[in-house]
């Protein structure tokens, strides 16, 4: 029964990890260089909310 149990978690786990995607958030590393290249990518057809990440970005900026 803990065998089963195991497994049962670890295919839970995976599987709530693999949805774990979704769009970047704006931070240090997101907004700067090879991020803000790999996090823009992922904004494929969604220009409002890849607007709104590049207005994070500058919000960071003027801030620090």
Do not use: H, W, Y
């Not at 089963?4 to 295919?11: H, N, P, Q, T």
């Amino acid at each position: 029964m803990n065998f089963k149990f195991s497994v049962a978690c670890i295919v839970g786990l995976s599987i709530a990890l693999i949805g774990c995607g979704g769009l970047p958030e704006a931070s240090s590393e997101n907004c700067a260089g090879r991020g803000l290249e790999s996090s823009l990518t992922a904004f494929k057809n969604d220009e409002a909310a890849r607007q709104a990440f590049l207005d994070s970005c500058e919000a960071m900026k003027k801030k620090n």
